[in-house]
Structures are given as structure tokens and as C-alpha cells.
């Protein structure tokens, strides 16, 4: 069965490093969700990417963060100068289309900024 | 803007059925998920209902929606110790908005 798969599993960085996640969605899915769940807490939406653009992003996704789709498969989360508070676990998502809205989760990357 | 609340902990006997419970706040949420998470893990998606649906079942699993009430569960029929996890309610409006979730309920099962 197709997944969304994230690498790396786990990243551990200096604070002001700059870290790419990356996630390969589900191959004929056009919608991509970034989320990020701070330990013990809820699953928080970050941003949603479609066409090759931002569609919503909420107010932790600030200018620290990007988004990319380099090529037709890859989908990855750029944090440019990572935060202690940066550190948490960022989970990719996919949605096949405008007619399907079950988003299928990534395993999720554990990023530790220390 | 919406809001999703989960009781944070059930602790139930192996065999008995769990049943988990979520409340939302936005009227308007039309797809109402519940995700598990095993520790150290992903999200994986057991279920789903939409908004126009009561109840849906699939195999131990049943999800009765109280739309008047915004009230979603998730009953697990004769639990099991591998069904021991952290359980998300997840709610969203049609179309490409994200999903808002719940702190999560963390299902404990006593052998």
C-alpha cells in the first residue's frame, strides 16, 4: 500500500542551524500538509502546499520557515535558524485531491535543537 | 476558530470495549478522523465518518457521530494489548483546509 514516507527519522542540531526535513508523499496525491507536534502536546497544522504555492499557513509558520517541492516527488520543510523551541516531532502529510479529503500521514521526523 | 476536545486518559480491562470520546466546537466540520499514534511512531489513520453519517463501523471499530451535539466516538470492541496507543479526533471543513486535532486520549489496556 502506497505511504508517506520522511527522512530523516531523527535530525539533532545546533540552535541557529538551519535543517531540511523531507518527505516523499503519496505519488498521485496533489495536496501536502506539514504538521509538528511539541511533545506531549496537540498536533499543530503549520502549512498546506498546492500547485506549487502556499495555500494557508498558520501563525507558527513565520519567515524562519519554507516550504519546497524541488522535483516531482520530494516535498521539504526548511527551518533556516533553528529555536529550542523548534524541537519537536514534524509529520508530513498527503491528500489524493479535491474530491478525497483523508490526509495520510508521514512517520514523522524528531527534531532535537539544542 | 475550532477547537477539539479529548479526555487525556482510559485505562480498560483486556477484552472489554473502549470507548473514547471528542467533542468540537465548529458546526461547519464536515470530516471527523481518528488517528492512532503508538509511541515513537506516526499518525496512521483508523477511521474516518462524514459529517452526514451517524454511525460507521469496521470490524472492532465503531464511530458514532451526535452531530446536534458535536459529539464523535470511537468504541474498540474486545481491546486488546496492541490496541494500547494515543488516540487523535480530528475534524475539517471541506476542501484544503487543515486538520485541527485533539490533545489526544492515551487508551491504556490491563491484561
Known amino acids: 500500500e502506497p505511504e508517506v514516507t520522511q527522512t530523516p527519522s531523527h535530525q539533532v542540531t545546533q540552535m541557529g542551524q538551519e535543517v531540511i526535513l523531507r518527505c516523499v508523499p503519496i505519488?498521485?496525491?496533489?495536496?501536502f500538509y506539514w504538521y509538528r507536534q511539541i511533545l506531549g502536546q496537540k498536533v499543530e497544522f503549520l502549512v498546506s502546499?498546492?500547485?506549487?504555492?502556499?495555500?494557508?499557513k498558520s501563525e507558527i509558520f513565520d519567515d524562519q520557515f519554507s516550504v519546497e517541492r524541488p522535483d516531482g516527488s520530494n516535498f521539504t520543510l526548511k527551518i533556516r535558524s533553528t529555536k529550542l523551541e523548534d524541537s519537536a516531532m514534524y509529520f508530513c502529510?498527503?491528500?489524493?485531491?479535491?474530491?478525497?479529503?483523508?490526509?495520510?500521514f508521514g512517520p514523522g521526523t524528531r527534531l532535537t535543537v539544542l | 476558530g475550532e477547537d477539539v476536545e479529548q479526555s487525556l486518559f482510559l485505562s480498560v480491562r483486556e477484552g472489554d470495549s473502549s470507548v473514547i470520546n471528542c467533542t468540537y466546537t465548529d458546526s461547519s466540520s464536515t470530516y471527523l478522523y481518528w488517528y492512532k499514534q503508538e509511541p515513537g511512531a506516526g499518525l496512521q489513520l483508523l477511521t474516518y465518518?462524514?459529517?452526514?453519517?451517524d454511525m460507521k463501523q469496521d470490524q472492532r471499530l465503531t464511530v458514532l457521530l451526535n452531530k446536534k451535539d458535536k459529539h464523535l466516538s470511537l468504541r474498540i470492541a474486545d481491546t486488546q494489548t496492541g490496541d494500547s496507543a494515543i488516540y487523535f479526533c480530528a475534524v475539517s471543513r471541506p476542501g484544503n483546509t487543515p486538520l485541527v486535532f485533539g490533545k489526544g486520549t492515551r487508551l491504556s489496556v490491563i491484561a
Open positions: 502546499f498546492y500547485n506549487n504555492e502556499i495555500s494557508e
Open positions: 465518518i462524514f459529517s452526514n453519517m
Open positions: 505519488s498521485n496525491h496533489l495536496y
Open positions: 502529510a498527503s491528500r489524493e485531491g479535491q474530491y478525497t479529503d483523508t490526509q495520510y
